[in-house]
C-alpha cells in the first residue's frame, strides 16, 4: 500500500506510523547511521536498531509524505549495503516520538 493511494487520505499533512523489517546486507554497513540521517532530513521521528538475526528494524512516525520518503531510502540503504527484502507495517500514529534515535539492544 502506498500513501497516495490510501482511501483514508483527506490532506497531504496526515501522520503515519510505520514498522519496517530490512533483510539483505544491511548489518555492518552503516544503514541505522544512514537511515538516521535520512530520518532527521525529512523530520521523521522513531527509532532503528540492528536484531541478532541480521536485520534492521525501524519505527518511524511523521508525516505521511515524509515517512514515504524515508521508506523509499530504505529500499535501497546506503551505498554498501544490499536490501533483500523489505516488510512494512502500517500502525496506529501516537506520536511517542520526538526524535530519531539508533537503539544498540533489542530490548
Known sequence: ????????????????????????KVQGVYFRVNMQEIALKNSVC???RNLADGQVEALLEGNKDDVEKTIEWSRKGPENARVDDLKIDYLQY??????????HDES
Open 1 to 24: 500500500m502506498n500513501f497516495r493511494d490510501s482511501k483514508n487520505s483527506t490532506h497531504d499533512n496526515k501522520k503515519a506510523c510505520v514498522r519496517l523489517l530490512v533483510n539483505g
Open 46 to 48: 522513531g527509532w532503528v
Open 94 to 103: 501516537e506520536g511517542k516520538h520526538a526524535n530519531f534515535v539508533i537503539l
